[in-house]
């Protein structure tokens, strides 16, 4: 069975917080690792790939562990505008390639 | 931009009706996914595209159909709506080679 774990939160931080999201997938056999943001009543957007070799953009930084089968996000200097759900994602092989299993989100408030 | 467009944003119908829900994508893009999103479920994948009237079935397709006639739409159908499809449900699309899926705004379904 497939399946993408995450802490639900809430998470309520401070600007200013360094924040970190966990999540761990069951398949072995996935390819691919996204973190999406969902803000509240909005659709969900791609916010950054997950690379073996960790990945960084601005503020977010992205970590995959294959071994453990876990993937992270930190956020640094957190704003009001990151205030959102996010929601880990993992592509797996085989028959429907691009199909993708979400996790259920991790719901971040930034408070001021 | 790539734009993924769904035909209402609210929908309200009765029990035993048939619904049609519309997606369009203006990007050209091979592949196009139903979602189901429910609070504390998170997204479900209903059933995916990967080209002209070719389906697939996703983790979730009893009690739906879809329709794929022409690259740029795809259409989820209810044959016979039940209060247990009141959901917010999501289309998206991909290309072939890149794995980002683009969302549309949702539409809220109730069912009645």
């Known amino acids: 069975r497939k399946e993408v774990e995450q802490d639900p939160g809430p998470f309520n931080v401070p600007e200013g917080a360094t924040v970190a999201f966990n999540c761990t997938y069951s398949n072995s056999a996935s390819q691919s690792f996204f973190w999406y943001r969902q803000d509240c009543r909005k659709e969900p957007k791609l916010l950054m790939s997950?690379?073996?070799s960790g990945n960084e953009d601005g503020r977010f930084t992205a970590q995959l562990n294959r071994a453990s089968q876990y993937i992270s996000l930190l956020i640094r200097d957190s704003k009001l505008s990151d205030s959102a759900t996010y929601l880990c994602v993992v592509q797996y092989s085989g028959a429907g390639s691009y199909q993708l299993t979400f996790g259920k989100g991790t719901k971040l408030s930034v408070i001021p | 931009d790539v734009k993924v467009t769904q035909s209402s944003r609210y929908l309200v119908k009765r029990t035993g009706e048939k619904v049609f829900l519309e997606c369009v994508q203006d990007?050209?893009?091979?592949?196009m996914f139903w979602y189901r999103q429910d609070p504390g479920l998170g997204l479900r994948l209903i059933y995916f595209?990967?080209?002209?009237?070719?389906?697939e079935k996703g983790d979730i397709p009893e009690g739906y159909s879809v329709s794929r006639e022409k690259k740029e739409r795809f259409s989820l159908i209810l044959e016979s709506a039940s209060t247990n499809q009141t959901s917010m449900y999501l289309c998206?699309?991909?290309?072939?080679?890149?794995?980002?899926?683009?969302f549309g705004p949702g539409t809220r379904l109730t069912v009645l």
């Open positions: 997950v690379y073996s």
């Open positions: 990007m050209d893009h091979e592949n």
């Open positions: 595209s990967y080209d002209v009237k070719m389906k």
């Open positions: 998206a699309s991909s290309p072939v080679a890149y794995n980002e899926q683009f």
